[in-house]
């Protein structure tokens, strides 16, 4: 399955970033991000999911975070650079603790934005699968509905452009790129006991207004990474890289270069 993929400064000897959306966001949900990198020289690697923008449709919607995982692998596997450095944003940190599994020896250290490391309840796992059916029934409105929850309140009042960027780029995800992702959010494995075994540099950003994970989740998770950072940003929901573009880069950019991951 070919991923659409866009990278840059890649080389054998650097460790490079690699930016995981959240759900239901393309790669363009690190736009700021992915300019800062460029400005600095830093290698970069975005991608979208199975489904999302250019890249190819999931053959079935039943895709474990483990399958996304290794479709990811095979698609980046020609690309130059030493170690990783993912970025991940909800979804996107499910995504990391896979990896994580995967490949930790070619992890160099962790970005982990809104996210959590439990697994869902049979219930709660039901009702994620029903998201399926009404993505079916009226996409647009399912769109809608949930891009209005990625944000805090202030973001969505104060920051129009922001909240109009965000419709616009959750319109490049198919019907069927979503229904696999749902199944990928639903069906995750729990996570908790990798925590005390990441030791590689981790940093933890949380939204104080996140309507999705709550900012005491993030904090409990940080405290069982044995090397993290916590950082609590306030006016922030669920996609800081994209409410509090210059306070996440800056933050972004200490801890890389802080830890000597670049």
């Known amino acids: 399955m070919k991923l659409e993929i866009a990278y840059g400064n890649l080389s054998d000897g650097k460790n490079s970033v690699i930016f995981l959306p959240a759900f239901p966001t393309p790669r363009e949900m ?15 690697i975005s991608l979208n ?11 079935k919607i039943e895709m474990s975070v483990r399958d996304l995982v290794r479709v990811i692998i095979d698609n980046i596997k020609g690309l130059r650079f030493n170690k990783l450095i993912p970025i991940g944003t909800s979804m996107g940190g499910y995504v990391m603790f896979e990896m994580w599994r995967q490949m930790k020896e070619r992890i160099a250290g962790f970005v982990f934005c809104h996210t959590r490391p439990e697994n869902l309840d049979e219930e709660a796992r039901k009702k994620r ?12 409105e399912y769109l809608k509905v949930f891009s209005k929850n990625l944000v805090s309140d202030y973001t969505y009042e104060n920051k129009p452009e922001v909240v109009r960027f965000i419709n616009d780029i959750v319109k ?13 959010i639903a069906t995750r494995p729990d996570s908790r006991e990798l925590l005390s075994q990441i030791n590689v540099p981790s940093l933890v950003v949380a939204g104080k207004s996140d309507k999705i994970v709550p900012v005491d989740i993030m904090r409990d998770m940080a405290d069982r990474l ?37």
């Not at 199975?50 to 999931?58: A, I, L, W, Y």
């Not at 699968?129 to 647009?140: F, M, Q």
């Not at 006016?235 to 000597?260: C, D, M, Q, R, T």
């Open 129 to 140: 699968l029903s998201d399926i059916e009404k993505i079916n029934e009226n996409i647009e």
């Open 172 to 184: 490049k995800t198919t019907k069927e790129g979503l229904f696999s992702l749902v199944y990928v």
């Open 30 to 44: 690190y736009i700021n991000q992915i300019k800062l990198l460029d400005k600095h020289g830093i290698p970069y």
């Open 226 to 262: 044995p090397n993290s950072m916590f950082v609590e940003l306030d006016n922030v929901g669920h996609l800081s890289p994209l409410e509090v573009p210059e306070e996440f880069n800056s933050i972004l950019l200490s801890f890389l270069e802080s830890k000597a991951l670049v």
């Open 49 to 59: 999911y199975p489904g999302v923008g250019n890249s190819q449709k999931p053959d």
